[in-house]
């Protein structure tokens, strides 16, 4: 299952020999530095994983922040702890004296809760396996000397993927270029986010009140997964992403289903029937004028996601899936498009726990990803007219008796407050054409340009202060787990992810 992914990262391993005299020596970590001091790197990535960091928590996070700190002010850089009512975000920077110009780098040491009777071995004890989970992988014991790591192998933590390595990697490319006498070419700036996976709640007092230090000549956003075929890759989007839960009602207490099943509305019908309706017969979305908003592919945009390597077959056989959601449209195109995804529901028991009964009521959510020009505020209100048009009254307040009595059909809407439109931008600026190009010389192959990736990011926050191009550069494994148990980073990620940050600062 796993061979057409194992055979393409031997073909990166050959370029990389075949190129190592050249581009790779020169103006980056050398190899022989980075295996001379892997043991090092990956201990410290280590204690870094195994600080809890669910955003909720500001002691841990605090805890997260204060590790961070130290580990940027040994490496010189000047650290500033930024918090406006959240869990805490960290600013750094380290000035470059020949420097004209300056990149300035987003990633986030936050992670999604955990349920950790879901992981193979506990979230916040970082531990090797030879293979990812899914395939087999067996523990293997932490390394006591350099290099005993197979680059194949993963190492499994919370965040070890999403997104704690970006800090653990320039680091590691910062210790290696000094090492090799190395000055970067840049200025660099971070912006290290620490609520992330709760939507960045405080993101935007933290840019009113300290945009100015954000001052850059390119924004990355080190955060995300590679393409599936483990190709280099740049990204020029993320899509929103809002959410809202939805709940029914049928009567005030549980009714015998057989006395009462055809007489008494039914929440957990309505429910289903609700979630139903958002898709037609070929996955897309049924929501009137949903669509309406939605800015078109550019003819450069398809070019790109036609040059990519099609995985679809490759995922479909690794996901054992026969048919997609939307049956014609390969991944990368699944991704320019909105979603409306069910992500839970919730009502009674099933199987040996199963009662015959009618049930109050019925809960379901259901996440919105926007791609560029939809703006929540929009999509909000085509969903509602989408939910009167079935016939409900739709409310946000709490749902009484009297409520309940008056109204043929009641639907309570919670919109929660966590959501933020796309980001979009051209694949052809001036730095995105450097970007390729430093990408290219590391082993000869072009990185893939690609329009946007499927998951979402606070950009559009940034874009209002930061005047330069923003590209996302990801360096995680698309199979790396992220948001679910036995999250991971394969170790070869980890190693590209340090020559890939030395090429761009010393580069630009
Ligand atoms: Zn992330």
């Known amino acids: 299952m796993r061979y057409p992914t194992i055979a393409i990262s031997f073909f990166v391993s050959c370029c990389l020999l075949i ?6 020596a020169k103006d980056s970590v050398s190899e022989s530095w980075r295996k001379a001091n ?12 195994s600080l809890p960091n669910v955003a909720a928590d500001k002691a841990a996070m605090n805890k997260n922040a204060d590790w961070i700190e130290q580990y940027l002010q040994q490496r010189e850089f000047k650290t500033k702890r930024l918090v406006a009512g959240g869990a805490p ?6 000035n470059n004296p020949a420097a004209t110009k300056t990149v300035l780098i987003y990633a986030h040491f936050d992670g999604q809760p955990v349920i950790a009777d879901k992981w193979t071995t506990p979230p916040w004890q970082p531990t090797l396996r030879d293979n990812l989970v899914s395939s087999g992988g067996k523990a293997i014991p932490w390394p006591t000397k350099n290099s005993e790591v197979s680059e194949e192998s993963f190492l499994f933590a919370r965040s ?7 800090v653990i990697a320039l680091m590691a490319a910062i210790d290696g270029l000094k090492h090799a006498g190395i000055q970067p070419s840049v200025n660099i700036k971070l912006i290290l986010d620490g609520e992330e996976e709760a939507g960045s709640p405080t993101l935007s007092k933290i840019i009113a009140q300290h945009g100015s230090l954000l001052k850059a000549d390119l924004m990355l956003f080190c955060d995300g997964p590679m393409h599936q075929s483990r190709q280099r890759q740049l990204v020029f989007g993320v899509r929103g992403v809002m959410g809202v839960n939805l709940t029914t009602y ?11 099943g055809n007489w008494a509305p039914n929440a957990a019908q309505q429910m289903a029937s ?11 979305i049924a929501i009137k004028n949903y669509y309406d908003d939605v800015r078109k592919i550019t003819a450069v945009e398809q070019q790109a996601i036609d040059a990519m390597p099609n995985i679809d077959q490759q995922l479909k056989n690794e996901l054992d899936i026969h048919s997609k959601h939307m049956k014609h449209t390969r991944v990368e195109n699944s991704v320019m498009e909105p979603g409306v995804i069910i992500t839970g529901i919730q009502v009674g028991s099933t199987g040996d726990k199963a009662r015959n009964v009618v049930l109050p009521r019925a809960t379901a959510t259901v996440n919105m990803r926007l791609v560029a020009n939809q703006k929540p505020s929009d999509v909000r209100t085509l969903v509602e007219k989408h939910f009167s048009s079935l016939g409900y009254f739709i409310t946000k307040d709490e749902v009484t008796s009297e409520v309940l009595k008056r109204h043929h059909k009641v639907l309570l809407l919670n919109w929660g407050d966590s959501g933020y439109p796309a980001f979009r931008t051209s694949l052809a600026s001036s730095m995105a054409r450097q970007l390729n190009r430093i990408l290219e010389e590391l082993d000869g192959r072009k990185p893939l340009m690609t329009p946007t990736m499927g998951g979402s990011l606070p950009i559009y926050l940034f874009e209002q202060v930061v005047d330069a191009p923003i590209i996302i550069l990801p360096v995680a494994n698309h199979d790396n787990n992220q948001h679910g148990p036995d999250e991971n980073i394969r170790i070869k990620n980890l190693w590209d992810a340090i020559d890939v940050y030395s090429a761009v600062i010393t580069k630009l």
């Not at 190129?19 to 790779?24: A, C, D």
């Not at 070890?160 to 970006?166: S, Y």
Request: hydrophobic share 30%; proline share 6%; aromatic share 8%.
């Open 19 to 24: 190129n190592s005299g050249s581009s790779v």
């Open 38 to 49: 892997s043991l090092q790197i990956l201990n410290d990535f280590r204690d870094l994983l």
């Open 89 to 94: 975000y960290i600013y750094a920077e380290l």
């Open 160 to 166: 070890a993927g999403d997104d704690k390595a970006p």
């Open 250 to 260: 049928g009567p005030k207490r549980p009714l015998h289903s057989g006395h009462y």
């Open 274 to 284: 609700i979630l139903a309706s958002l898709h037609d017969q070929n996955g897309k």
